[in-house]
């Protein structure tokens, strides 16, 4: 099956600890995404990254990193996290000469 | 319409009935995409319009797109309980990490 895996569904913290959230696509595309998605369903980019480039949105918090081990893998980590990233972490894949995007299902991320 | 400082909207129609989402964005664009979200699953691409195009049809879905009052909207004709979902339209953006620049969504229910 050719698609964009997102592991876990769910994960439940405390704030302070850290958390990863891994993405994996089996599409061949060349760019992968991470989206933050609110309780309102309005979707934010963090980050965009191919094997050349790591683009970061600015408002993105430093406690947030991508990690790549090649290009069917975007991971995420938080380092110490807060309630206000309490969302649904969307992964997405693309060829970066197209412009649309292929999302995995989501990991939800309750901070207590 | 999706843009603007609004929150998610709701539209609540009974099955049968046609509706219309609308659009409006702030930056130049050729292309309009338009995703819908299953809950609990990630967005997908439904249909997508070039600025030469001015109406897209696929199935029960037509798109329309007028560059010069920069908005889109997306029709469902004759709705089923299926159709119930978070619908986006996004605009394509060049450079940053922000391909596509999603609005606020709305979400759609169909009634039986």
Redesign the interface.
């Known amino acids: 099956e050719t698609a964009?895996f997102q592991t876990p569904n769910y994960h439940v913290t405390q704030v302070g600890n850290e958390v990863s959230f891994n993405c994996k696509q089996t599409l061949g595309h060349d760019?992968m995404?991470w989206y933050k998605q609110d309780s309102?369903?309005?979707?934010k980019?963090?980050?965009?990254y191919n094997n050349k480039q790591l683009?970061?949105?600015e408002t993105v918090p430093r406690r947030f990193s991508p990690q790549s081990s090649d290009k069917a893998h975007l991971n995420l980590r938080i380092k110490s996290v807060e309630p206000e990233d309490s969302a649904v972490y969307?992964?997405?894949s693309?060829w970066g000469g197209s412009?649309?995007?292929?999302?995995?299902?989501?990991t939800r991320l309750t901070v207590l | 319409s999706q843009w603007g400082e609004e929150n998610l909207q709701a539209l609540s129609i009974q099955e049968g009935e046609d509706v219309t989402m609308n659009c409006s964005y702030k930056t130049y664009t050729t292309v309009v995409h338009w995703y819908r979200q299953d809950s609990g699953r990630g967005p997908a691409l439904i249909i997508l319009i070039r600025s030469n195009e001015r109406e897209k049809r696929s199935g029960r879905l037509r798109a329309t797109l007028d560059t010069s009052s920069q908005s889109s909207s997306l029709s469902i004709t004759a709705a089923q309980c299926e159709d119930t979902a978070v619908y986006f339209c996004a605009t394509e953006n060049t450079g940053g990490a922000d391909r596509l620049t999603f609005g606020k969504g709305t979400q759609l229910i169909i009634q039986p």
């Open positions: 964009v760019t995404y309102k369903k309005l979707l980019i963090m980050f965009s683009i970061v949105n969307l992964c997405a693309n412009y649309e995007q292929y999302f995995g299902p989501g």
